[in-house]
Protein backbone atom coordinates (compact mmCIF):
# COMPACT_ATOMS: atom_id res chain seq x y z
CA UNK A 1 0.00 0.00 0.00
CA UNK A 2 3.03 2.45 0.01
CA UNK A 3 3.70 1.42 -3.56
CA UNK A 4 7.38 0.78 -2.79
CA UNK A 5 7.99 3.98 -0.88
CA UNK A 6 9.28 3.59 2.33
CA UNK A 7 6.72 5.59 4.55
CA UNK A 8 3.28 7.22 3.68
CA UNK A 9 5.04 11.07 3.80
CA UNK A 10 7.51 10.02 0.88
CA UNK A 11 4.79 8.65 -1.22
CA UNK A 12 2.17 11.46 -0.42
CA UNK A 13 4.92 13.77 -1.15
CA UNK A 14 5.48 11.93 -4.52
CA UNK A 15 1.76 11.70 -5.67
CA UNK A 16 2.04 15.81 -5.29
CA UNK A 17 1.94 16.35 -9.20
CA UNK A 18 -1.19 13.71 -9.45
CA UNK A 19 -2.90 15.77 -6.64
CA UNK A 20 -2.34 18.83 -8.47
CA UNK A 21 -3.50 17.43 -12.06
CA UNK A 22 -6.43 16.07 -10.43
CA UNK A 23 -7.42 19.28 -8.03
CA UNK A 24 -7.10 21.21 -11.35
CA UNK A 25 -8.93 18.97 -13.16
CA UNK A 26 -12.26 19.55 -15.27
CA UNK A 27 -12.26 23.31 -12.94
CA UNK A 28 -9.94 24.55 -16.14
CA UNK A 29 -11.63 25.67 -18.92
CA UNK A 30 -10.34 22.89 -22.13
CA UNK A 31 -9.62 26.42 -23.79
CA UNK A 32 -7.40 26.69 -21.29
CA UNK A 33 -7.72 30.30 -20.24
CA UNK A 34 -9.99 29.98 -17.34
CA UNK A 35 -11.40 28.66 -14.11
CA UNK A 36 -14.89 26.76 -14.05
CA UNK A 37 -15.97 26.39 -10.45
CA UNK A 38 -19.30 24.71 -10.89
CA UNK A 39 -19.30 23.53 -7.17
CA UNK A 40 -19.40 27.17 -5.90
CA UNK A 41 -22.82 28.03 -6.40
CA UNK A 42 -23.07 31.67 -5.81
CA UNK A 43 -24.14 34.44 -8.36
CA UNK A 44 -22.53 37.42 -9.53
CA UNK A 45 -24.61 39.51 -7.33
CA UNK A 46 -23.50 37.43 -4.13
CA UNK A 47 -19.82 37.67 -5.00
CA UNK A 48 -20.07 41.31 -6.12
CA UNK A 49 -21.18 41.90 -1.69
CA UNK A 50 -18.30 40.24 0.03
CA UNK A 51 -16.86 43.18 1.82
CA UNK A 52 -14.46 40.99 3.46
CA UNK A 53 -13.33 37.61 3.61
CA UNK A 54 -12.31 34.77 6.29
CA UNK A 55 -10.01 32.11 6.50
CA UNK A 56 -10.28 29.74 9.49
CA UNK A 57 -8.36 27.03 9.63
CA UNK A 58 -5.72 24.41 12.04
CA UNK A 59 -2.12 23.77 11.60
CA UNK A 60 -1.13 23.04 7.92
CA UNK A 61 -4.47 23.91 6.39
CA UNK A 62 -4.02 27.52 9.03
CA UNK A 63 -0.69 28.02 6.82
CA UNK A 64 -2.79 27.29 3.17
CA UNK A 65 -4.88 30.30 4.47
CA UNK A 66 -1.80 32.33 4.90
CA UNK A 67 -0.98 31.94 1.25
CA UNK A 68 -4.83 32.19 0.24
CA UNK A 69 -4.70 35.43 1.88
CA UNK A 70 -2.07 36.78 -0.63
CA UNK A 71 -4.00 35.10 -3.37
CA UNK A 72 -7.32 36.43 -2.93
CA UNK A 73 -5.97 39.94 -2.24
CA UNK A 74 -4.21 40.18 -5.16
CA UNK A 75 -6.60 38.65 -7.31
CA UNK A 76 -9.84 39.77 -6.47
CA UNK A 77 -8.85 42.80 -4.39
CA UNK A 78 -10.77 41.50 -1.41
CA UNK A 79 -9.17 42.33 2.03
CA UNK A 80 -8.56 38.97 3.93
CA UNK A 81 -7.98 37.40 7.67
CA UNK A 82 -6.57 34.10 8.30
CA UNK A 83 -7.31 32.95 12.11
CA UNK A 84 -6.17 29.95 13.97
CA UNK A 85 -9.95 28.12 14.60
CA UNK A 86 -9.70 27.94 18.16
CA UNK A 87 -8.69 31.39 18.43
CA UNK A 88 -11.41 32.50 15.50
CA UNK A 89 -14.30 32.03 17.79
CA UNK A 90 -13.28 33.44 21.01
CA UNK A 91 -12.54 36.55 19.83
CA UNK A 92 -15.76 37.95 18.70
CA UNK A 93 -14.75 38.18 15.24
CA UNK A 94 -16.87 40.68 13.04
CA UNK A 95 -19.20 38.69 10.80
CA UNK A 96 -21.85 40.12 8.11
CA UNK A 97 -23.87 38.81 5.80
CA UNK A 98 -21.29 39.98 3.58
CA UNK A 99 -18.60 38.60 4.78
CA UNK A 100 -17.51 35.05 3.15
CA UNK A 101 -15.98 32.31 5.55
CA UNK A 102 -13.73 29.62 4.43
CA UNK A 103 -12.82 26.79 6.19
CA UNK A 104 -10.01 24.81 5.35
CA UNK A 105 -9.65 20.90 6.24
CA UNK A 106 -8.13 17.83 4.98
CA UNK A 107 -10.26 15.78 7.10
CA UNK A 108 -13.54 17.85 7.32
CA UNK A 109 -13.47 16.97 10.93
CA UNK A 110 -11.51 19.09 13.22
CA UNK A 111 -13.36 20.11 15.99
CA UNK A 112 -12.10 23.72 16.03
CA UNK A 113 -12.70 24.42 12.22
CA UNK A 114 -16.08 22.95 12.50
CA UNK A 115 -16.91 25.01 15.42
CA UNK A 116 -15.65 27.90 13.55
CA UNK A 117 -17.38 27.03 10.60
CA UNK A 118 -20.95 27.12 12.65
CA UNK A 119 -20.27 30.39 14.54
CA UNK A 120 -19.71 31.94 11.15
CA UNK A 121 -23.15 30.18 10.02
CA UNK A 122 -25.10 31.69 12.71
CA UNK A 123 -23.57 35.26 12.09
CA UNK A 124 -24.96 34.90 8.66
CA UNK A 125 -22.03 34.33 6.66
CA UNK A 126 -22.03 32.24 3.65
CA UNK A 127 -19.19 29.55 4.07
CA UNK A 128 -17.19 27.85 1.77
CA UNK A 129 -15.11 25.04 2.68
CA UNK A 130 -11.70 23.43 1.42
CA UNK A 131 -11.25 19.60 2.16
CA UNK A 132 -10.59 16.84 0.69
CA UNK A 133 -12.93 14.31 2.30
CA UNK A 134 -16.55 14.48 0.10
CA UNK A 135 -19.34 13.57 3.04
CA UNK A 136 -16.98 15.13 5.72
CA UNK A 137 -18.88 16.86 8.64
CA UNK A 138 -17.17 20.43 7.37
CA UNK A 139 -18.47 19.47 3.95
CA UNK A 140 -21.84 18.54 5.14
CA UNK A 141 -22.56 22.23 6.80
CA UNK A 142 -20.54 24.21 4.06
CA UNK A 143 -22.80 26.00 1.69
CA UNK A 144 -20.53 25.25 -1.12
CA UNK A 145 -17.59 22.83 -1.09
CA UNK A 146 -14.17 22.80 -3.16
CA UNK A 147 -12.80 19.01 -3.01
CA UNK A 148 -9.14 18.79 -3.32
CA UNK A 149 -8.49 15.91 -5.12
CA UNK A 150 -5.48 14.76 -3.02
CA UNK A 151 -6.74 11.42 -2.15
CA UNK A 152 -6.37 9.62 1.28
CA UNK A 153 -3.79 11.38 3.27
CA UNK A 154 -2.35 8.73 5.80
CA UNK A 155 0.82 10.04 6.91
CA UNK A 156 -0.01 12.58 9.80
CA UNK A 157 2.35 15.36 8.69
CA UNK A 158 0.20 16.82 5.72
CA UNK A 159 2.06 17.46 2.47
CA UNK A 160 -0.23 16.92 -0.49
CA UNK A 161 -3.07 18.03 1.27
CA UNK A 162 -1.37 21.52 1.44
CA UNK A 163 -0.43 21.87 -1.83
CA UNK A 164 -3.64 21.03 -2.76
CA UNK A 165 -5.69 23.38 -0.61
CA UNK A 166 -2.77 25.98 -2.33
CA UNK A 167 -4.18 24.65 -6.07
CA UNK A 168 -7.56 25.05 -4.19
CA UNK A 169 -7.50 28.85 -3.30
CA UNK A 170 -5.47 29.99 -6.63
CA UNK A 171 -9.10 28.21 -8.18
CA UNK A 172 -11.27 29.97 -6.21
CA UNK A 173 -9.12 33.15 -6.25
CA UNK A 174 -9.44 33.16 -9.99
CA UNK A 175 -12.83 32.37 -9.91
CA UNK A 176 -13.22 35.37 -7.46
CA UNK A 177 -11.59 37.21 -10.06
CA UNK A 178 -13.14 36.27 -12.90
CA UNK A 179 -16.75 37.36 -11.91
CA UNK A 180 -15.36 40.98 -10.19
CA UNK A 181 -13.13 41.67 -13.31
CA UNK A 182 -10.56 42.77 -10.97
CA UNK A 183 -7.96 40.97 -13.68
CA UNK A 184 -8.75 40.99 -17.05
CA UNK A 185 -8.63 38.08 -19.19
CA UNK A 186 -5.00 38.18 -20.69
CA UNK A 187 -4.29 38.51 -17.17
CA UNK A 188 -6.01 34.96 -15.94
CA UNK A 189 -4.75 33.16 -19.05
CA UNK A 190 -1.15 33.52 -17.93
CA UNK A 191 -1.81 32.29 -14.18
CA UNK A 192 -4.02 29.67 -15.87
CA UNK A 193 -1.32 28.69 -18.23
CA UNK A 194 1.55 28.82 -15.46
CA UNK A 195 -0.86 26.61 -13.42
CA UNK A 196 -0.53 23.97 -15.81
CA UNK A 197 3.06 24.15 -15.61
CA UNK A 198 3.10 23.26 -12.18
CA UNK A 199 3.00 19.16 -11.85
CA UNK A 200 6.13 18.94 -14.00
CA UNK A 201 8.07 21.79 -12.11
CA UNK A 202 6.93 19.64 -9.17
CA UNK A 203 8.64 16.41 -10.76
CA UNK A 204 11.66 18.37 -11.42
CA UNK A 205 12.04 18.99 -7.66
CA UNK A 206 11.62 15.72 -6.74
CA UNK A 207 14.72 14.74 -9.37
CA UNK A 208 16.57 16.70 -7.00
CA UNK A 209 15.50 14.84 -3.62
CA UNK A 210 19.30 13.47 -3.05
CA UNK A 211 20.70 17.04 -2.43
CA UNK A 212 17.78 18.16 0.08
CA UNK A 213 18.67 14.86 1.59
CA UNK A 214 21.96 15.59 2.46
CA UNK A 215 20.98 19.05 3.68
CA UNK A 216 18.64 17.09 6.13
CA UNK A 217 21.44 15.15 7.57
CA UNK A 218 23.53 18.29 7.95
CA UNK A 219 20.53 19.92 9.50
CA UNK A 220 19.32 16.98 12.03
CA UNK A 221 22.86 16.81 13.79
CA UNK A 222 21.40 20.40 15.61
CA UNK A 223 18.67 21.19 18.10
CA UNK A 224 17.76 25.03 16.63
CA UNK A 225 17.11 26.48 13.80
CA UNK A 226 15.35 29.20 11.79
CA UNK A 227 13.46 29.52 8.72
CA UNK A 228 13.32 33.25 6.77
CA UNK A 229 11.49 35.06 3.94
CA UNK A 230 9.55 37.59 3.10
CA UNK A 231 5.48 37.64 2.12
CA UNK A 232 4.66 34.14 -0.06
CA UNK A 233 8.48 32.85 1.23
CA UNK A 234 7.45 33.74 5.12
CA UNK A 235 4.04 32.04 4.68
CA UNK A 236 6.08 29.17 3.25
CA UNK A 237 8.53 29.01 5.66
CA UNK A 238 6.10 29.03 8.38
CA UNK A 239 5.00 25.35 7.10
CA UNK A 240 8.34 23.95 6.74
CA UNK A 241 9.11 25.11 10.32
CA UNK A 242 5.48 23.53 11.48
CA UNK A 243 6.38 19.88 9.23
CA UNK A 244 10.14 19.97 10.61
CA UNK A 245 8.84 20.55 14.11
CA UNK A 246 6.26 17.40 13.52
CA UNK A 247 8.25 14.80 12.79
CA UNK A 248 11.76 15.51 13.47
CA UNK A 249 11.60 17.55 17.03
CA UNK A 250 14.06 19.78 16.39
CA UNK A 251 13.05 23.04 17.44
CA UNK A 252 12.92 26.06 14.53
CA UNK A 253 11.25 29.28 13.92
CA UNK A 254 9.80 31.16 11.01
CA UNK A 255 10.72 34.58 10.46
CA UNK A 256 9.83 37.30 8.43
CA UNK A 257 13.11 37.71 7.61
CA UNK A 258 13.06 42.14 8.01
CA UNK A 259 11.84 41.49 11.47
CA UNK A 260 15.19 39.30 12.23
CA UNK A 261 16.92 42.16 14.15
CA UNK A 262 13.80 43.24 15.79
CA UNK A 263 14.83 40.41 18.46
CA UNK A 264 15.25 37.12 16.97
CA UNK A 265 19.05 37.84 15.49
CA UNK A 266 20.06 37.86 18.97
CA UNK A 267 19.52 33.88 18.93
CA UNK A 268 22.38 33.77 15.59
CA UNK A 269 25.11 32.00 16.96
CA UNK A 270 28.20 30.17 15.17
CA UNK A 271 26.76 27.58 13.36
CA UNK A 272 23.15 27.58 13.67
CA UNK A 273 21.36 26.58 10.47
CA UNK A 274 19.50 29.27 8.70
CA UNK A 275 16.97 27.81 5.79
CA UNK A 276 16.71 31.50 3.91
CA UNK A 277 13.62 31.45 1.28
CA UNK A 278 14.64 34.41 -1.47
CA UNK A 279 12.28 33.38 -4.20
CA UNK A 280 10.25 36.25 -4.16
CA UNK A 281 11.66 38.64 -7.34
CA UNK A 282 10.50 41.52 -6.15
CA UNK A 283 11.79 41.20 -2.60
CA UNK A 284 15.21 39.32 -3.43
CA UNK A 285 17.47 42.31 -2.53
CA UNK A 286 15.94 42.50 1.11
CA UNK A 287 16.27 38.89 1.63
CA UNK A 288 19.65 39.03 0.51
CA UNK A 289 20.58 41.28 2.84
CA UNK A 290 18.78 39.62 5.85
CA UNK A 291 20.92 36.71 4.58
CA UNK A 292 23.58 38.88 4.92
CA UNK A 293 23.06 40.11 8.91
CA UNK A 294 22.85 36.13 9.58
CA UNK A 295 25.70 34.96 7.94
CA UNK A 296 28.03 37.80 9.59
CA UNK A 297 27.12 36.21 13.10
CA UNK A 298 28.36 32.78 12.09
CA UNK A 299 24.73 31.15 10.32
CA UNK A 300 24.89 28.02 8.18
CA UNK A 301 22.79 29.32 5.52
CA UNK A 302 20.72 26.91 3.64
CA UNK A 303 19.05 29.17 0.09
CA UNK A 304 16.15 29.03 -1.95
CA UNK A 305 15.84 30.36 -4.89
CA UNK A 306 14.98 30.95 -8.06
CA UNK A 307 16.67 28.85 -10.79
CA UNK A 308 18.76 31.26 -13.27
CA UNK A 309 19.01 33.59 -9.88
CA UNK A 310 22.56 33.50 -9.63
CA UNK A 311 23.12 36.01 -6.84
CA UNK A 312 22.46 34.05 -4.04
CA UNK A 313 25.05 31.48 -4.01
CA UNK A 314 27.23 34.49 -3.15
CA UNK A 315 25.91 34.65 0.16
CA UNK A 316 25.16 31.61 1.22
CA UNK A 317 26.33 28.25 1.74
CA UNK A 318 24.52 26.34 0.04
CA UNK A 319 21.45 26.36 -2.48
CA UNK A 320 18.51 24.62 -3.94
CA UNK A 321 17.09 26.06 -7.19
CA UNK A 322 13.64 26.24 -7.45
CA UNK A 323 11.38 26.14 -11.24
CA UNK A 324 10.38 29.67 -12.42
CA UNK A 325 6.80 30.26 -11.81
CA UNK A 326 5.00 33.45 -11.19
CA UNK A 327 5.57 34.63 -7.72
CA UNK A 328 1.91 34.37 -6.61
CA UNK A 329 2.31 30.07 -7.75
CA UNK A 330 5.78 29.73 -6.21
CA UNK A 331 4.40 28.35 -2.40
CA UNK A 332 3.34 25.42 -4.74
CA UNK A 333 7.05 24.42 -5.84
CA UNK A 334 9.36 26.26 -2.86
CA UNK A 335 7.17 24.30 -0.20
CA UNK A 336 8.64 20.44 -1.58
CA UNK A 337 12.12 20.74 -0.44
CA UNK A 338 10.77 21.98 3.04
CA UNK A 339 8.80 18.75 3.20
CA UNK A 340 12.02 16.57 1.89
CA UNK A 341 13.82 18.19 4.64
CA UNK A 342 11.68 17.24 7.31
CA UNK A 343 11.03 13.94 6.12
CA UNK A 344 14.75 13.04 5.92
CA UNK A 345 15.59 14.98 9.15
CA UNK A 346 13.00 13.08 10.65
CA UNK A 347 14.44 9.44 8.58
CA UNK A 348 18.21 10.46 10.03
CA UNK A 349 16.88 11.00 13.83
CA UNK A 350 15.54 7.56 13.68
CA UNK A 351 11.68 8.75 14.50
CA UNK A 352 8.59 6.73 13.31
CA UNK A 353 8.04 9.48 10.35
CA UNK A 354 4.29 8.75 9.60
CA UNK A 355 3.59 8.56 13.28
CA UNK A 356 4.49 11.19 15.05
CA UNK A 357 4.59 11.26 18.58
CA UNK A 358 1.56 12.78 20.24
CA UNK A 359 -0.14 13.98 17.44
CA UNK A 360 -2.83 12.71 15.04
CA UNK A 361 -4.10 12.49 12.05
CA UNK A 362 -7.66 14.30 12.57
CA UNK A 363 -8.22 16.40 16.15
CA UNK A 364 -11.77 16.18 17.02
CA UNK A 365 -12.01 17.26 20.24
CA UNK A 366 -11.56 20.84 21.02
C1 LIG B 1 -3.71 18.51 13.25
C2 LIG B 1 -2.92 17.58 12.36
O1 LIG B 1 -4.07 17.97 14.44
O2 LIG B 1 -4.81 19.00 12.51
C3 LIG B 1 -2.31 18.51 11.31
O3 LIG B 1 -1.92 16.90 13.08
C4 LIG B 1 -3.41 19.19 10.54
O4 LIG B 1 -1.49 17.77 10.41
C5 LIG B 1 -4.41 19.88 11.47
O5 LIG B 1 -2.85 20.15 9.69
C6 LIG B 1 -5.68 20.28 10.74
O6 LIG B 1 -6.32 19.15 10.21
P1 LIG B 1 -7.39 19.23 9.10
O7 LIG B 1 -7.86 17.84 8.85
O8 LIG B 1 -8.49 20.11 9.65
O9 LIG B 1 -6.77 19.86 7.92
Redesign the pocket.
Known amino acids: EKAGFDHFMLKEIYEQPKAYRDTMGARLDPSGTKVVLDEVKMSKEQIGAIRNVHIV??????HAGLVGKSVIEKLARIPVEVDVASEYRYRSPIITPNTLVIV???????AD?LAALREAKRNGARVVAI??VVGSS?AREADDVIVTWAGPEIA???TK??TSQLIAFYLFGLYLAQALETQDAAAVAEIVAHLKELPEKVERILEQAEAIKEWAEQVSTHDNLFFIGRGLDFAVAQEGSLKLK?ISYIHSEAYAAGELKHGTLALIEEGIPVIALAIQDDLFEKTVSNIKEVKARGAHVFGLHTEGETELAKSVDQVFEIPHTLPLLSPALSVVPLQLLSYYASLARGNDVDKPRN?????TVE
Open positions: ACGTAYVSQSGETTTNVVASAYELAKSV
